[in-house]
Structures are given as structure tokens and as C-alpha cells.
């Protein structure tokens, strides 16, 4: 394999039951002198929700770019699990910010994969159709962004990573940007839509709440240079309704468990951005 | 904003659709408030008629002129060299532009080309137009074209150089390929900006045909003020700046309509 780029993996060269979905080994980003993401390596199954949380400068938004092939790694592997033959897309993400086109309209911009993959427009419509739905914007499918609410644009967001059908989803602070209803709201959605098919996620986020209400699996990292600090498997059961969740004892022990862990990081990322300002 | 106001306000678009027509209603009531009280400012004798005639006096010749075809002439010749200029230097100009911003290597080859002559007044570069293209129709279209080029181009620069950076990675994202790239992204992303390039480009090849007419031509609306002056003919003269007015007063109502038209997410 070579080294920093993502490799799609052929389905037959593993036996199915050894098989994760996504499999990063040693992973090391660094730019110029300073590390983002040091050694990291980690197994995600097949329709695994998987969280990262860490604090603000930990290299999670970094590992995720590699993953979506927008950087590539200085060392270490990543191989993303293609079934042979397969004509879908290995990755789709979902943005931190407004990142859907404002010279598009709704509709446009939750097709725009297919459009990109040359899928045949009857097919784009049937799917987007399917997708907007979902997400509760079929009112406002010829709507451009601009008329739309910070909220709204990200449910459009989402859509156009859904509709596209990639085999893994990468979800970066997608929500962080939203007032706290909004943000309940949608990770109510976002759940919703990710019951029909339970494709493999991996979710970045700051907020230990988000972490514990959608994940499956949490991971720790550690403040820079980004490493593994520990799992934390989320045994809630599914589906799962966050107001009642959040009411009960096991997420409270849980989100008290992330938060230890996290605690000593997010304390530690501080002095190293005090020491910054020092030198200056 | 409690959940009762939201219920009763009317819906975002239609307000938006009401705030437009009021635009558009200002817009035209503007310059016929100010002719207004320069009528009445000239039949009451508050100014000297000899150096501001009345507007009704002027029309009265403007119509004249209308019916023996004369203005038209000249209209019709001042509007074609625009039309021209526009092309020829907003062509390039657009091509330009696009290219130096998507490519560093050019953008560091034309750049200090593009500062070192952008601050030169573009009426002095008129002589110089004569003697290279001689007194006829393409000294006028070149004058034209140079004043259109210059805010084209540098907009259509910062136009592809300021689209958001998560554009492009949601393009790279999504697997858009080089054309994708251009078509679904850098174009429509720069259009904005473009579109007031051009607007600016406009205006000074408006103010350009006045001038570059006004110096060794036969035909045009800044011949036609030129020959004004040199025959104390005031009230033609100002048919001439009414016209040339009324070139840019309509120039820009097409544009701004043009705009809304192929940029219709650009808020308003």
C-alpha cells in the first residue's frame, strides 16, 4: 500500500469477518515542524456511528480531511473497505459551516454528487426527491440558500451527502454553527435518516452531549499533537430518542466518563495556546 | 421576535417582491423630481436661461432633432462604438481575469503590467489613440474598450481569488473534475463580482465616447456637444448631455436587470 494516500481496498483480498469498513494504522500529519495527528490507529466497523471528540486544535478536524482525500497523510495508511465492483462513492462530507453553493438551489445543490458522477438526471431526481423529504425541505426545493436559515442550509448539507450514497458518511462539526434547538433538531433528523440505512459515520464534534446521543463508539484524542487517548464504547440502545436519553443515568455517567477524559486535554490544549501567546 | 408577529408578518418572499417595486418606483421618480424643479427654477428666473435653458425648451428641440433623424444619427453612432468597446475589451479582459486568478504563474506575470498602467487616466492615453489608429471609427472603439478592460479584468481576478476556500473542497469533495471545477464553481462563484466589473467598465467607456467624440469626429453625441460650444448652440448641447444621460440612466437599469437575471442568488 502506498504511504499517505486512502486506499480502497478490494472486497476479496480480506476474509468478511475480519473486515472493518475503515482501517488507519500509524497515521501521522504533520505541517511543517508541528504535528496534528500523531499515530493514530483505529479499526471502525461496517455501519458503525463513530464519534472523535478532542479539544479544539487536536488534529480531528485534519484526520477527517485525509479521510475525505481533500489532505494527504505525511505517514501511515488508510484503506476504506469498496465492495469490488462497487460504482458508489467512498466518502461524502458534511462541512462545518455553510458550505452548500449559494448559485444553487436547493434541489441543485442536494444533487450536485450525482450531477458530479454523471448519474442519469431521472435517477437525481427520484433520489433527491427521496432525500429533501427526509430532511423536510420539499417546500423549498427551488429556494436558493440565501433565503433559507443557517439550519435549514445544513439539513440541505446533509441531504446532498445522503442522496450522493457514499459508503462511508464524514461529518465535521455539523451542527456547531446552530442554536441548541436547532441543533436538537437535527441530530433528531440526522438519526432518523441514518436508521434507514446505517452507513458507516464518522462524526467530529467538541460537544460530549452530541458524542453520547448519536455514537456508537466515542473516541478521545489528546490535545496537540493529536493521539488516541482511549475509546469509549456508547451501549445505548437504538433507535434512540434524545429527549428521553438525556433524562436517563447511563448517558449521565457516560457523558461524565468523556468528560474526565476529555477534561485533562481540553485543560492541557489551553496552556499550549497560552504558551503561543506568551512568545509572541 | 415572538412566535405571534411571526405568524402575522407576511411571507419573506413577497416582502422582498414589495421592497423591489418600491425600489424600482424611486428609482425613476428621482430624475424627474430634479427636472422638475429646473423648470420651474428657469421659468421663474431663480437662473440665467442663456446657460440653463428651461428642460421643456430643450425637449422641444430634442424632438425636433428626433423627427429630422439628426440625433439618431448620432446616437445610434456613440451606442455602436460602446457596444463595440465593450466587446473587444471586455472579452479579453473576462478571459483574462479568470485565468489570473486560477493561475498563480500568470497572475505573477501580468499583475505588475496591470498596476503600472491601471492608474493612468484613460483620457490621456487619447492622443496616443488617435496618432496609432487615426481619426477614424476604431480610435473611438479603442478608447472604449481600454476603459471596460481594466475593471473586467482586475474584478474578474478578486472575483475567482475571493470564492470561499469550502467551495472548492466540497467540489474536490464531490469529484468534480477540472471543467466542474470552472463551470459549477469558479464562474458562478466570480460572477457577482464580474457583474460589477463590468457595471464600473461601462460607465467609463460611457465617459470615454463623450471625450474620445469629441475630438476629430463627424458623428456621435460628443460631437454633437462639441459642435454645441463651438456655435453657442446651448439648448443642442444640452440635448447632447440629456442623451448621454439617458444612455447611462437606461445602461444601468438593463444592468442591474441583467443581474438579477443571471445572478439570481445574489441577494437584493
Not at chain 1, 72 to 101: C, L, W
Not at chain 1, 185 to 209: P, Y
Request: proline share 5%; net charge positive.
Amino acid at each position: 500500500m502506498s504511504i499517505g494516500a486512502v486506499n480502497l481496498r478490494p472486497a476479496e483480498t480480506v476474509s468478511a469477518a475480519a473486515r472493518p469498513a475503515i482501517r488507519i494504522r500509524d497515521l501521522v500529519k504533520s505541517f511543517g515542524g508541528l504535528t496534528a495527528v500523531d499515530r493514530v490507529s483505529l479499526d471502525i466497523a461496517p455501519g458503525e456511528f463513530f464519534m472523535i471528540v478532542g479539544p479544539s486544535g487536536c488534529g480531528k478536524t485534519t484526520l477527517l480531511r485525509i479521510l475525505a482525500g481533500l489532505e494527504t497523510a505525511t505517514s501511515g495508511t488508510i484503506e476504506i473497505d469498496v465492495p469490488a465492483g462497487s460504482q458508489k462513492p467512498d466518502n461524502s462530507m458534511v462541512f462545518q459551516g455553510d458550505s452548500i453553493f449559494p448559485w444553487m438551489t436547493v434541489r441543485q445543490n442536494a444533487g450536485y454528487g450525482l450531477r458530479m458522477r454523471k448519474v442519469p438526471g431521472k435517477t437525481i431526481r427520484e433520489v433527491v426527491d427521496h432525500y429533501l423529504d427526509r430532511t423536510g425541505l420539499t417546500r423549498f426545493a427551488d429556494y436558493y440558500p440565501h433565503q433559507l436559515s443557517g439550519g435549514m442550509r445544513q439539513r440541505v448539507a446533509i441531504a446532498r451527502a445522503f442522496a450522493n450514497d457514499p459508503h462511508i458518511l464524514l461529518m465535521d462539526e455539523p451542527f456547531s454553527a446552530l442554536d441548541a434547538q436547532n441543533k436538537l433538531l437535527l441530530q433528531e433528523e440526522l438519526l432518523h435518516i441514518w436508521d434507514e440505512n446505517k452507513k458507516t459515520v464518522v462524526f467530529i464534534t467538541h460537544s460530549v452531549d452530541e458524542a453520547v446521543l448519536l455514537g456508537d463508539r466515542v473516541m478521545v484524542m489528546t490535545a496537540q499533537p493529536g493521539r488516541l487517548k482511549q475509546f469509549v464504547p456508547i451501549g445505548l440502545k437504538r433507535p434512540r430518542n434524545i429527549m428521553e436519553l438525556q433524562g436517563a443515568p447511563e448517558y449521565g455517567e457516560l457523558v461524565h466518563r468523556i468528560w474526565t477524559s476529555l477534561r485533562d486535554e481540553v485543560q492541557r490544549a489551553r496552556e499550549i495556546e497560552d504558551n503561543i501567546e506568551a512568545k509572541r | 421576535m415572538s412566535v405571534g408577529t411571526t405568524a402575522a408578518a407576511p411571507p419573506r418572499q413577497e416582502r422582498v417582491m414589495s421592497l423591489r417595486v418600491r425600489d424600482r418606483i424611486l428609482s425613476i421618480a428621482s430624475p424627474i423630481g430634479l427636472l422638475l424643479v429646473w423648470e420651474i427654477a428657469a421659468r421663474t428666473g431663480l437662473i440665467d436661461t442663456r446657460f440653463f435653458p428651461a428642460p421643456s425648451s430643450v425637449l422641444a428641440l430634442l424632438i425636433e432633432m428626433l423627427k429630422s433623424g439628426e440625433l439618431l444619427v448620432h446616437t445610434a453612432a456613440s451606442l455602436r462604438r460602446l457596444a463595440w468597446g465593450i466587446l473587444i475589451g471586455g472579452a479579453p479582459a473576462l478571459v483574462l481575469g479568470i485565468v489570473m486568478g486560477l493561475n498563480r504563474t500568470i497572475r505573477a506575470l501580468v499583475d505588475p503590467i496591470m498596476a503600472a498602467t491601471y492608474p493612468i487616466p484613460k483620457s490621456s492615453i487619447l492622443p496616443l489613440a488617435l496618432l496609432v489608429f487615426g481619426l477614424g471609427e476604431s480610435s473611438k472603439i479603442f478608447m472604449v474598450a481600454i476603459g471596460v478592460f481594466f475593471p473586467v479584468a482586475i474584478n474578474a481576478t478578486t472575483g475567482v481569488l475571493e470564492i470561499n476556500k469550502i467551495y472548492l473542497d466540497v467540489g474536490r469533495n464531490y469529484k468534480a473534475d477540472r471543467w466542474s471545477m470552472f463551470w459549477t464553481i469558479a464562474l458562478p462563484g466570480a460572477l457577482p463580482v464580474i457583474m460589477t466589473g463590468f457595471k464600473l467598465g461601462i460607465g467609463i467607456g460611457l465617459i470615454l465616447i463623450a471625450i474620445a467624440e469629441m475630438i476629430g469626429a463627424k458623428s456621435g453625441l460628443g460631437f454633437l456637444i462639441w459642435s454645441a460650444w463651438e456655435t453657442f448652440a446651448v439648448e443642442q448641447m444640452y440635448v447632447g448631455l440629456f442623451m448621454i444621460a439617458l444612455i447611462g440612466f437606461v445602461l444601468t437599469v438593463v444592468l442591474n436587470e441583467l443581474e438579477r437575471y443571471i445572478i439570481p442568488w445574489k441577494a437584493s
